[in-house]
């Protein structure tokens, strides 16, 4: 007996992670994929040494472009949908809490039970995410998701936008089915992250907050007129689905070309809390 317990105390001490293993941080939800943390590159290629001067303080956002500077961000380990949330999945929160049903909820362009839904705003967004013990992903953890492992225009590469990587430049005049294009997910098996519906994100918008945001965990101003949305949709060009492209929106919008997918962090703070900027 002594002999056994001496070789079980033995193998944990040689192997620890094994008998001690947080499942949480290492098995993703279902339906979710743990993107690691650690540091990557946000933002367009240029750095902020290449702008030009006079665009940082030129009250015209478009000059600057939102997307710059180039500026490297860590984040904290967190989980992120695989898919967008489906329509299905919406209502059934719906039915469970009464909430609002989305605004196209019986169109059948976009009311299938496996088409993204559409027609939902920032709040009700939230919500469902708060519902499902998550949380809308901040700005920053959407373009990790979409950029993964490599320094890439698209979340497939760097290869141009056709019909076998993407729902966009309005070729289906619709959506389509979550996931129904293999070879335009992310490096981390993430589907849609461009084209099909373009999607909430956490953050408060401000054209500038490349140039000032936190190093760590950055979730945006704290206020604002609009929400970051990111991905671009069925109709936008080839243009407009480059992963670094920002847009915003007013965050009561419900419109047939917006819908989100949600996310949970896996570090320091609880699935649905957003880890603390610094």
């Not at 979710?32 to 290449?50: Q, T």
């Not at 689905?241 to 949600?262: D, E, H, Q, W």
Request: charged share 20%.
């Amino acid at each position: 007996m002594k002999l056994v317990v001496a070789l079980v105390t033995g193998f944990l001490w040689l192997f620890p992670a094994i008998g001690f293993a947080n499942p949480s941080a290492s098995v993703p939800p279902e339906g979710m994929v743990l993107i690691p943390g650690g540091i990557y590159p946000m933002g367009s290629h240029k750095s902020l040494l290449e702008l030009d001067p006079v665009d940082l303080f030129n009250s015209d956002r478009h000059a600057l472009g939102p997307e710059n500077p180039a500026h490297n961000v860590e984040l904290e380990p967190y989980h992120i949908d695989t898919h967008e949330v489906t329509h299905s999945s919406y209502m059934k929160f719906v039915n469970a809490t009464n909430a609002k049903k989305p605004r196209y909820w019986d169109d059948p362009d976009f009311n299938g039970s496996n088409q993204p839904v559409v027609g939902i705003s920032w709040k009700a967004a939230q919500s469902y995410c708060k519902w499902k013990s998550g949380r809308l992903p901040t700005e920053a953890e959407w373009e990790k998701a979409s950029r993964g492992k490599r320094s890439i225009d698209f979340p497939w590469g760097n290869e141009p936008p056709d019909s076998t990587r993407l729902n966009f430049n309005e070729e289906l005049k619709k959506t389509a089915p979550v996931g129904s294009y293999e070879a335009g997910k992310s490096d981390y098996g993430v589907y849609d992250l461009s084209g099909n519906v373009a999607e909430w994100t956490y953050d408060w918008h401000q054209a500038e907050f490349y140039i000032f945001s936190s190093k760590a965990n950055p979730v945006g101003p704290q206020k604002g007129q609009y929400k970051v949305i990111r991905g671009g949709n069925w109709r936008n060009d080839a243009k407009d689905v480059n992963m670094i492209y920002r847009n915003a929106t007013i965050p009561s919008i419900r419109n047939k070309t917006l819908g989100f997918r949600c996310a949970q962090s896996a570090g320091s703070a609880s699935p649905k809390e957003y880890p603390t900027p610094h």
